[in-house]
């Protein structure tokens, strides 16, 4: 259970049966998809899904969707062009075009590193006249009402290119924030927090993999994540998550148990009641 979580049920005082009351009601589901070395984040809520990433290509990623019963998405968004963020979305055309799938609106950030990838899904997104838009700082996406899905990054100036684009999602609501981190670097962490010189988060999602480029003593030690995720492939070829960052995330985190990992334990599945909690089954 979510420390959070925990200690608000603990000095709250409630009983068994106000417990069961609260988690019956219906809690945003998060699924940190197992797509290897690639991130892709399934939200789920009521029957209705949105996608943050979609991981790369070649991995049968829409037969991922139909395993969790997904027909239609509210929106999908990119958080840059890397393939192995939004690769994936060039299996979407066949079940575009059997409606097997309905996808309502597509979102991606300010990412000057255009190539085969960015140019792929543009003509998608004309052949089958999906809705699509820029988002950038201070954009809202809406998803379920009482919790807010904020961009924080990138900011409208200066443009970034690759991992520095790395859209940053920050969702919230009156108890518990959560930090969506893509692949954003120690650089653009720095200039995160400068423009967010508050930044809290209970729940963080690892920069890039756990790459020694991202996830600075400075930035976790602000942000002071009590539980985290790594989106990461098993075995990749990049070391991923670097034996730093792990070192320096088991400074921060309460035990070692508290840090999640696609690589060993597979998709990662989050429930967030809203203002109360969230806690991984």
């Known amino acids: 259970m979510n420390f959070i979580l925990f200690l608000f049920l603990l000095l709250g005082g409630f009983s068994s049966c106000q417990f069961s009351s609260i988690t019956d009601k219906v809690p945003l589901q998060l699924h ?27 991995l049968g990623f829409l037969d991922t969707l139909r395993h969790y019963g997904v027909d239609t998405l509210e929106w999908v968004a990119f958080s840059h062009w890397h393939r192995d963020h ?27 590193a255009f190539g085969f990838v960015s140019d792929s899904i543009f003509s998608i997104l004309k052949s089958f006249q999906i809705k699509h838009r820029e988002i950038q700082r201070g954009d809202t996406l809406f998803f379920v009402e009482g919790l807010q899905f904020k961009l924080l990054w990138p900011p409208e100036h200066p443009i970034y290119g690759g991992n520095g684009a790395s859209g940053v999602l920050y969702i919230s609501d009156s108890m518990s924030r959560m930090l ?27 920069g890039h993999h756990g790459s020694h480029t991202s996830s600075s003593i400075q930035f976790l030690s602000q942000v002071a994540p009590k539980e985290a995720v790594i989106s990461v492939g098993e075995k990749n070829p990049y070391r991923h ?30 429930l967030w009641y809203k203002n109360l909690g969230f806690w991984f089954k």
């Open 32 to 58: 940190f998809l197992d797509v290897g070395q690639g991130l892709s984040v399934l939200f789920e809520y009521e029957g209705r899904f949105a996608l943050w990433d979609v991981g790369s290509d070649s």
């Open 86 to 112: 939004a690769g994936a979305f060039l299996e979407f055309p066949k079940s575009l075009r059997s409606k097997d799938i309905v996808l309502k609106q597509v979102y991606y950030t300010k990412d000057t």
């Open 180 to 206: 969506l981190m893509s692949d954003l670097e120690e650089k653009e962490e720095k200039e995160l927090l400068q423009l967010n010189p508050n930044l809290r988060a209970d729940l963080l999602q690892v």
């Open 241 to 270: 998550p670097s034996p730093e960052t792990l070192k320096k995330l088991n400074l921060i985190l309460p035990d070692s148990s508290f840090l999640h990992r696609t690589d060993l334990e597979g998709t990662l599945k989050c």
